[in-house]
């Protein structure tokens, strides 16, 4: 840590913040002054009924919001906020009219095209009218395999628009990932592209499609055209037709909306489920609007016109949260394929041609761009951007450090964590705060989120448990096929009684932000004391010579030893001079117990489709126990190198 800021927002940028525009707003109604963060934050958890209905107010959300804002407001889970209200999803997304962009899209294949507001409603129309004469309506699902581009979006919005609900996949996966996933809700309707580019390669998916339609057992499915050839697919598909040919009849009129209880099922979002089959997590429509406007509006300062890029998948719950963005007239910048192709500038050439406001990826991203050696702070025109934020695994230091030096000074740079079991975030970016080296800045607002030790004390200065004391309207509507809750609840309330217990190893700073030292279940025990992997992450990844790390407990001796694998820059050798030098920057940068009993160079490191590294699947290997779903991960095959290595067997 620093004894200064990496970045403090100017006066006249707080000044004018919607963060303090709603501080006003809300204060009005609450009779007090809430200018102050903190203070506005604690009356959040504090009034959550007040605080909710303000939110519902100030971001003008389209509904009836009725008269009661909570009941039974203090059970985890149990709790009901808006229980007389009805609205629908896809109303409050499509808002917005005119020739202006509601989104860009460009594909790796050098495809770049745009829609308009009204010809984005006029395809949400014709969708809508066709889902409807189809037979799809509440509380149907409807599954899609698609890339992240416009057409996804159209038909997740004229799903949501009947009351069915929402579930989708990157087209990457397997036919077993995708059966274990979507096989699960029973689908009326499964949506697929017809292929897709990555890495600089054509990606076929028609051979897989009937196998999985097979399994799944849609009443249809539909193939929407990226490539070209979604004719050719759908042909060789039982009961397949194109988009073309489903919207055919169909031509666009006034879009009509099921206005539907806030806590009626929107999405369903699945674990990585590299323990197992995944879990099925049902998120609600009232919930989801209700915490992405307050993300959106409040602590990203988005608004009408703004353009919002994530770098995402439709397999990972920054979709859904990228896909909100429509709620408050922002203009969606989607990207489909690798991010280093043809090099690691593109996305930053789509920043500066684009003219994005909020540049939304993951921390190994950035990570990957400072080992690579890139400065588009030099390279690019980057005047458009405000923020930028990093989520998927904790934020190193050095990342830190370098989107300030290497990307753009005056920026936030929000590090955030949450995840798919909420759709959203527990901790993120305060825009009227400073930024400090490697801390997430606080808090949402309405969540009450603490560090908790074994025995369900709060603690300051040591690492502990994440949790949530409170409840919030994002908290899951529940699990699929768990008719009596008792895997959703295992799942958050089994640790402490009505608290949700996150997962996360985390710690409080001096300055009230929070850093996250990785996931709880896989931190590390040597000797009895627990040790966070994302400690030796940052520790070790400082080093030029190591591209990245995953690291994990190893049985040994009736106790666990530190194990650390590393991925080597290009013609880097790991000769004892460079694991002497990796066992010191650990040492000094962490503590002597953080130290690896053993350094073990690897090809590769397993992780998800949407990137984060699988420590518990590498650990299983090492112990000679089967990975359960392989079909989860990006690169199954990586696994193998950590088999039977010989310098874990003695």
Same mark, same amino acid.
């Given at each position: 840590m620093t004894d200064a800021p990496l970045w403090t927002p100017s006066a006249k940028r707080i000044a004018s913040s919607e963060w303090m525009k709603f501080a006003a707003f809300a204060g009005e109604r609450?009779?007090?002054?809430?200018?102050?963060?903190?203070?506005?934050?604690?009356?959040?958890?504090?009034?959550?009924?007040?605080?909710?209905?303000?939110?519902?107010?100030?971001?003008?959300?389209?509904g009836e919001k009725g008269g009661r804002l909570v009941e039974n407001g203090d059970a985890m889970p149990g709790a009901a906020f808006f229980p007389d209200a009805s609205l629908n999803f896809a109303e409050n997304l499509l808002g917005t009219e005119g020739d202006g962009p509601a989104m860009l899209f460009r594909a790796e294949n050098a495809h770049a095209s745009q829609i308009s507001w009204n010809e984005l409603r006029a395809l949400v129309s014709r969708l809508q009218q066709a889902y409807k004469a189809h037979g799809?309506?509440?509380?149907?699902?409807?599954?899609?395999?698609?890339?992240?581009?416009?057409?996804?979006?159209?038909?997740?919005?004229?799903?949501?628009?009947?009351?069915?609900?929402?579930?989708?996949?990157?087209?990457?996966?397997?036919?077993?990932?995708?059966?274990?996933?979507?096989?699960?809700?029973?689908?009326?309707?499964?949506?697929a592209c017809d292929g897709y580019w990555y890495n600089g390669k054509r990606q076929d998916v028609a051979d897989k499609l009937g196998p999985i339609a097979d399994q799944i057992g849609p009443e249809a499915v539909i193939i929407v055209p990226l490539l070209g050839q979604a004719d050719d697919v759908a042909g060789r598909i039982d009961k397949a037709?194109?988009?073309?040919?489903?919207?055919?009849?169909?031509?666009?009129?006034?879009?009509?909306?099921?206005?539907?209880?806030?806590?009626?099922?929107?999405?369903?979002?699945?674990?990585?489920?590299?323990?197992?089959?995944?879990?099925?997590?049902?998120?609600?429509?009232?919930?989801?609007?209700?915490?992405?406007?307050?993300?959106?509006?409040?602590?990203?300062?988005?608004?009408?016109?703004?353009?919002?890029?994530?770098?995402?998948?439709c397999g990972w719950m920054m979709w859904n949260w990228l896909t909100s963005g429509l709620a408050v007239g922002a203009t969606l910048c989607l990207y489909d394929g690798s991010p280093f192709y043809p090099d690691g500038n593109v996305l930053f050439d789509y920043a500066a041609e684009a003219g994005f406001h909020v540049f939304g990826t993951s921390a190994k991203y950035i990570d990957a761009v400072r080992k690579a050696g890139l400065t588009p702070a030099q390279s690019h025109d980057l005047s458009s951007l405000r923020m930028m934020t990093s989520t998927g695994s904790p934020l190193s230091p050095e990342g830190f450090t370098f989107v300030y030096e290497g990307i753009k000074p005056?920026?936030?740079?929000?590090?955030?964590?949450?995840?798919?079991?909420?759709?959203?975030?527990?901790?993120?970016?305060?825009?009227?705060?400073?930024?400090?080296?490697?801390?997430i800045q606080g808090?949402?607002?309405?969540?009450?989120?603490?560090?908790?030790?074994?025995?369900?004390?709060?603690?300051?200065g040591a690492k502990g448990e994440l949790v949530c004391t409170k409840p919030?309207?994002?908290m899951p509507v529940g699990f699929w096929n768990d008719p009596d809750g008792a895997r959703y609840h295992g799942a958050y309330f089994d640790r402490f009684d009505n608290v949700w217990c996150h997962g996360d190893f985390a710690e409080w700073t001096e300055h009230g932000g929070?850093?996250?030292h990785g996931r709880s279940d896989a931190t590390l025990n040597p000797g009895g004391v627990r040790i966070g992997t994302a400690e030796i992450y940052n520790q070790v990844e400082k080093l030029d010579e190591v591209l990245?790390?995953?690291?994990? %407990?190893?049985?040994?001796?009736?106790? #666990? !030893?530190? *194990?650390?694998?590393? +991925?080597?820059?290009?013609?880097?050798?790991?000769?004892?001079?460079?694991?002497?030098?990796?066992?010191?920057?650990?040492?000094?940068?962490?503590?002597?117990?953080?130290?690896?009993?053993?350094?073990?160079?690897?090809?590769?490191?397993?992780?998800?489709?949407? %990137?984060?590294?699988?420590?518990?699947? #590498? !650990?299983? *290997?090492?112990?000679? +126990?089967?990975?359960?779903?392989?079909?989860?991960?990006?690169?199954?095959?990586?696994?193998?190198?950590?088999?039977?290595?010989?310098?874990?067997?003695?």
């Open positions: 609450a009779g007090r002054d809430l200018s102050e963060p903190d203070d506005l934050h604690l009356w959040s958890i504090e009034e959550r009924g007040d605080f909710w209905s303000a939110v519902w107010d100030y971001c003008g959300v389209v799809v309506g509440k509380g149907d699902r409807v599954a899609a395999m698609m890339p992240n581009m416009p057409e996804t979006i159209a038909h997740m919005l004229a799903v949501a628009s009947l009351g069915a609900i929402w579930s989708s996949c990157s087209p990457d996966f397997g036919i077993q990932g995708v059966v274990d996933r979507f096989g699960q809700i029973e689908p009326k309707v499964f949506i037709v194109t988009q073309d040919r489903f919207i055919s009849d169909h031509e666009p009129r006034e879009l009509t909306f099921e206005r539907l209880p806030f806590s009626h099922p929107l999405y369903i979002l699945f674990s990585s489920g590299t323990t197992g089959i995944p879990k099925c997590i049902v998120h609600s429509a009232g919930g989801t609007l209700l915490q992405h406007l307050k993300e959106h509006r409040i602590h990203c300062g988005l608004t009408e016109g703004d353009r919002l890029f994530y770098f995402t998948t005056d920026i936030h740079l929000a590090s955030i964590s949450g995840g798919t079991d909420i759709v959203s975030c527990f901790v993120l970016g305060i825009p009227v705060k400073p930024v400090w080296r490697g801390e808090p949402g607002l309405g969540m009450a989120v603490d560090v908790w030790d074994d025995d369900g004390q709060p603690i300051r919030f309207p994002a929070l850093v996250i990245e790390a995953i690291c994990i %407990g190893q049985e040994w001796d009736d106790d #666990v !030893r530190v *194990v650390l694998f590393v +991925r080597l820059a290009e013609g880097v050798t790991l000769d004892e001079e460079l694991k002497a030098r990796i066992k010191t920057v650990i040492r000094k940068g962490a503590s002597p117990r953080h130290v690896p009993a053993r350094i073990i160079a690897v090809a590769d490191i397993p992780r998800t489709k949407s %990137g984060k590294i699988v420590e518990l699947a #590498v !650990r299983d *290997v090492v112990h000679g +126990r089967p990975v359960k779903n392989q079909e989860a991960l990006a690169n199954p095959e990586a696994l193998a190198l950590y088999e039977h290595v010989e310098e874990l067997a003695r």
